[in-house]
């Protein structure tokens, strides 16, 4: 059993452990990250949002998305309560689907310097029509598994 890394932040005061409010926008959230306890190891973390939503910045009307997040982990780890409240930050911001989903993952690949991150926003509809957005960074490391997102395509009913 290993001992618990410690967190570190990058000029921030660590949010867990304690109550932490909401961030009124994606830009005032403080994402935190941990100490990667298998940094000699190529492994595939996932994280997944089924309940994001987001603010459509012309018409003001909600957005909702499941957001997958898989990543091979380099030194660092994210730490899944800053990402959690980050992620709930954007039903604050109007912001398009585009943005939401690239601005993620560029956020954190600055934040963790992963050897690959990519990022899926599975929108549905709105005006009959769904929106999916799909990026990455880096290069899957060969003799990785990086399962399919899992996100079915959209069906019209």
Same mark, same amino acid.
């Given at each position: 059993?290993?001992?618990?890394?410690?967190?570190?932040?990058?000029? #921030?005061?660590?949010?867990?452990?304690?109550?932490?409010?909401?961030? #009124?926008?994606?830009?005032?959230?403080?994402?935190?990250?941990?100490?990667?306890?298998?940094?000699?190891?190529?492994?595939?973390?996932?994280?997944?949002?089924?309940?994001?939503?987001?603010?459509?910045?012309?018409?003001?009307?909600?957005?909702?998305?499941?957001?997958?997040?898989?990543?091979?982990?380099?030194?660092?780890?994210?730490?899944?309560?800053?990402?959690?409240?980050?992620?709930?930050?954007?039903?604050?911001?109007?912001?398009?689907?585009?943005?939401?989903?690239?601005?993620?993952?560029?956020?954190?690949?600055?934040?963790?310097?992963?050897?690959?991150?990519?990022?899926?926003?599975?929108?549905?509809?709105?005006?009959?029509?769904?929106?999916?957005?799909?990026?990455?960074?880096?290069?899957?490391?060969?003799?990785?598994?990086?399962?399919?997102?899992?996100?079915?395509?959209?069906?019209?009913?």
């Amino acid at each position: 059993m290993s001992v618990s890394p410690r967190p570190t932040t990058k000029g #921030s005061k660590l949010q867990l452990g304690r109550p932490v409010g909401l961030p #009124s926008s994606p830009d005032k959230a403080v994402l935190d990250r941990v100490p990667n306890p298998h940094p000699d190891t190529n492994y595939v973390a996932r994280f997944t949002m089924p309940e994001f939503t987001s603010i459509c910045p012309v018409t003001g009307q909600p957005d909702f998305a499941i957001i997958v997040i898989d990543y091979v982990p380099n030194r660092f780890l994210v730490e899944s309560k800053t990402l959690k409240l980050y992620l709930n930050s954007f039903r604050n911001v109007g912001s398009f689907h585009e943005d939401c989903t690239v601005s993620i993952g560029k956020r954190l690949v600055k934040l963790l310097g992963p050897r690959w991150l990519r990022i899926g926003g599975y929108f549905y509809p709105r005006g009959g029509m769904p929106i999916d957005v799909f990026w990455q960074a880096g290069k899957l490391p060969a003799n990785v598994w990086a399962p399919d997102q899992g996100v079915e395509r959209y069906r019209g009913r």
